[in-house]
């Protein structure tokens, strides 16, 4: 974990979020963070106006966002240290951001993990993320994967802004082959 922390610190913000961040209409209000990682998002969220709650279940990552944060506005920045598997409530949000976070849930605690998210969401609010199709080459791990159908059912009340499917091999952020296959999200809560 801590190779990939430090291969991700100071990365660009991830593509999906920065499409949320152009369709959102108003003011910035309090984004959710969820597996922050190394703070690449938050620290684009803390850049644009927002308040963040970021979460991660990694006291380095939280501590690696911590000190990077210092540089922008550390007083809008909230840090939580706890898994998904954690059935604590999620706070009221105008944005969710889960790049690649959600797959990490286990596949049992997803289904809460999802009721919590959409519970918290604020009407008009924006989630962003990725989930891992079937073919991905970590589909055998015990990550949670889902189809395109289980998806386009997910966010049957929700309007989506994008939906894309990508398949291709290339590497992870610490430099391993893999064969990746992943569905990216933007949608509003309606």
């Given at each position: 974990?801590?190779?990939?922390?430090?291969?991700?610190?100071?990365?660009?913000?991830?593509?999906n979020?920065?499409?949320?961040?152009?369709?959102?209409?108003?003011?910035?209000?309090?984004?959710?963070?969820?597996?922050?990682?190394?703070?690449?998002?938050?620290?684009?969220l803390?850049?644009?106006g927002?308040?963040?709650?970021?979460?991660?279940?990694?006291?380095?990552?939280?501590?690696?966002?911590?000190?990077?944060?210092?540089?922008?506005?550390?007083?809008?920045?909230?840090?939580?240290?706890?898994a998904?598997?954690?059935?604590?409530?999620?706070?009221a949000?105008?944005?969710?951001?889960?790049?690649?976070?959600?797959?990490?849930?286990q596949?049992?605690?997803f289904p809460?993990?999802?009721?919590r998210?959409?519970?918290?969401?604020?009407?008009?609010?924006?989630?962003?993320?990725?989930?891992?199709?079937?073919?991905?080459?970590?589909?055998?791990?015990?990550?949670?994967?889902?189809?395109?159908?289980?998806?386009?059912?997910?966010?049957?009340?929700?309007?989506?802004?994008?939906?894309?499917?990508?398949?291709?091999?290339?590497?992870?952020?610490?430099g391993?082959?893999?064969?990746?296959?992943?569905?990216?999200v933007?949608?509003?809560?309606s």
């Amino acid at each position: 974990m801590r190779n990939f922390l430090e291969a991700t610190r100071g990365a660009p913000a991830q593509p999906n979020l920065c499409k949320a961040l152009d369709l959102w209409p108003g003011n910035p209000g309090l984004a959710l963070d969820l597996g922050c990682g190394a703070g690449r998002d938050s620290l684009a969220l803390l850049r644009a106006g927002w308040v963040v709650i970021a979460l991660d279940r990694d006291p380095h990552a939280l501590d690696i966002l911590h000190e990077q944060a210092a540089a922008y506005a550390p007083d809008k920045l909230s840090m939580v240290c706890r898994a998904f598997e954690d059935s604590a409530p999620l706070p009221a949000a105008d944005l969710i951001n889960a790049s690649f976070a959600l797959p990490f849930c286990q596949p049992g605690a997803f289904p809460d993990m999802w009721e919590r998210i959409v519970r918290s969401m604020r009407r008009g609010g924006l989630f962003t993320g990725h989930f891992f199709g079937p073919r991905d080459d970590w589909a055998s791990k015990r990550l949670s994967i889902h189809t395109q159908d289980q998806l386009l059912r997910q966010f049957e009340c929700w309007t989506l802004l994008e939906f894309n499917e990508h398949e291709y091999d290339g590497k992870t952020a610490v430099g391993h082959a893999k064969h990746w296959h992943l569905f990216e999200v933007v949608a509003r809560r309606s």
